[in-house]
């Protein structure tokens, strides 16, 4: 059984730093793109941050760019998004994703997280 668990969530003042970790298992992960979604309520599922399978090329939605770093471990079969400078409008459920060809399209991964709960206070 393939599951991606996804911690690090919580509540964290505006202008402070999380870290988010995505922990595989049942399938090696490091052979393709992983990455990280999040959905606001009522608002769509919209792509945060990606990583190729040696860490070489990473990928980052405008509004997270220069604030936001994804960063991966192999050997761990794990993944990370560190946030830093959050906003409020950083607030979403956040989900991890593996097993992409295409880094920045959602319908192309193949395993989902069930997602930690992210909230910006200010």
């Known amino acids: 059984q393939v599951q991606l668990v996804e911690s690090g969530g919580g509540l964290v003042q505006a202008g402070g730093s999380l870290r988010l970790s995505c922990r595989a298992s049942?399938?090696?992960?490091?052979?393709?793109?992983n990455g990280w979604f999040r959905q606001a309520p009522g608002k769509e599922r919209e792509f945060v941050a990606a990583?190729?399978?040696?860490?070489?090329?990473?990928y980052y939605a405008d509004s997270v760019k220069g604030r936001f770093t994804i960063s991966r471990d192999n050997a761990k079969n794990t993944w990370y998004l560190q946030m830093n400078s959050v906003k409020p409008e950083d607030t979403a459920v956040y989900y991890c994703?593996?097993?992409?060809?295409?880094?920045?399209?959602?319908?192309?991964?193949?395993?989902w997280g069930q997602g930690t709960q992210v909230t910006v206070s200010s």
């Open positions: 994703a593996g097993d992409s060809v295409v880094p920045t399209d959602g319908l192309e991964y193949n395993f």
């Open positions: 049942g399938l090696s992960f490091s052979n393709y793109v």
């Open positions: 990583i190729t399978w040696d860490g070489g090329t990473t």
